[in-house]
């Protein structure tokens, strides 16, 4: 008798993960996009060490523990979220899907959780923000770049915080770009038809420079603490926020100049190639913080239990950028809306199968280290 599979309409095509999704939704880019949005910088030890940093790390689960009333929900920036976890301010989204940002604001929306607006969006804040309220008016923040023409970035500025976003991320870690070595081989340039509404720039503008050069003419790379801080808090009422920090000493000094937070960021791996995985300078920079001062996490989290071990060791909240772009590739707002139930519900399980039944109780407790000679080390 013929042996039937168990289920027989199953496709080829099941996302069950987020590296489901990064491989059937880099299949629908072209070489080059999938280059740009999945490559890091140099030898690609940092972007790779990102996601591979979180292995080292155990879960320590716990048994007999009631989670029939676990919740997952949290408070970013005032805002109420459906887990902590968040989408990044990735930029050039409709090269992926046409409807980029919207699509992704819409996902976010409907799952509860906040965006990251990028400076290079295809779309103006005004219509990312409106896209997600046509859901749900949840949350976004835009992120920033120290600028030549401060004229532009205050029209920035005063958009962002009109449209309604409640913080600024300045992006600190890019006085230059990191050397992509596909970019340079691709000569890389935005598709013609897309433009960067934020920074002013038309597809015409944007096709005449490669991206490099271009991001070099208004990019300051004479950016300091002493000089940006002040500079935004006489500007706006927004959270200032410090987005791509690596070390304790940079916490001390978000501290000092009275910024509101800072996001644990290497730029995806996309910047200095051997900076430490963000996971990894973690656990320094919320010693650093002291509870002073909230700490964010970006960079390389694939899974659930990648939020789950990041809540643990100190972060308030997880971002995310690549699995929304392929999200997006695989197919618009459905495929972002699929990359955050996945992480939701890996997340979800994780916490019950700990024994947590809320984030407060998520402590390094839950969490032990792989050692060299075999037993679990405790943190």
């Excluded at 409807?99 to 509860?112: F, I, P, Q, V, Y």
């Excluded at 940006?228 to 916490?251: F, H, S, Y």
């Excluded at 700990?354 to 060299?372: D, F, P």
Aim: aromatic share 6%.
């Amino acid at each position: 008798m013929e042996e039937k599979p168990v289920v027989a309409s199953m496709s080829k095509e099941v996302i069950l993960s987020i590296e489901d999704l990064q491989r059937e939704g880099s299949k629908k880019l072209p070489t080059f996009k999938q280059e740009f949005f999945n490559s890091g910088s140099t030898g690609q030890i940092t972007v790779h060490e990102n996601s591979t940093s979180y292995q080292k790390y155990r879960l320590r689960s716990r048994v007999l523990r009631d989670v029939s009333k676990a919740t997952l929900s949290t408070v970013v920036l005032g805002k109420t979220i459906s887990f902590p976890l968040c989408v990044s301010p990735a930029g050039i989204q409709a090269m992926a899907h046409p409807d980029g940002e919207l699509a992704t604001s819409r996902a976010c929306a409907k799952r509860g959780i906040l965006m990251g607006v990028s400076s290079f969006s295809n779309y103006s804040v005004e219509d990312v923000i409106q896209a997600g309220r046509e859901v749900r008016d949840i949350g976004h923040v835009m992120q920033l770049y120290t600028m030549k023409d401060r004229a532009l970035q205050e029209r920035i500025i005063k958009r962002a915080e009109r449209a309604g976003c409640k913080a600024i991320f300045l992006t600190a870690d890019s006085p230059v770009l990191g050397v992509r070595y596909n970019e340079w081989r691709n000569d890389f340039r935005t598709p013609d038809g897309l433009g960067f509404p934020m920074i002013e720039r038309t597809s015409e503008m944007i096709l005449a420079q490669t991206h490099d050069s271009g991001f070099m003419t208004f990019n300051s790379d004479s950016h300091s603490w002493a000089e940006e801080i002040p500079w935004l808090r006489k500007r706006t009422k927004m959270e200032i926020w410090i987005k791509g920090v690596l070390t304790a000493e940079d916490v001390l000094l978000a501290r000092e100049y009275g910024c509101d937070g800072v996001i644990v960021s290497n730029h995806g791996g996309r910047q200095l190639d051997g900076t430490p995985s963000t996971i990894d300078a973690l656990p320094e920079c919320v010693e650093a913080a002291d509870g002073k001062i909230r700490v964010h996490i970006d960079g390389g989290i694939r899974t659930g239990a990648d939020i789950f071990k990041a809540i643990a060791l100190g972060a308030e909240c997880c971002w995310i950028g690549r699995p929304a772009i392929w999200g997006l590739a695989y197919d618009g707002q459905k495929g972002v809306e699929k990359a955050l139930d996945i992480l939701y519900d890996e997340f979800r399980r994780c916490m019950m199968l700990t024994g947590c039944t809320s984030i407060a109780e998520i402590s390094k407790a839950s969490l032990g280290i792989v050692r060299a000679d075999g037993p679990l080390a405790r943190l």
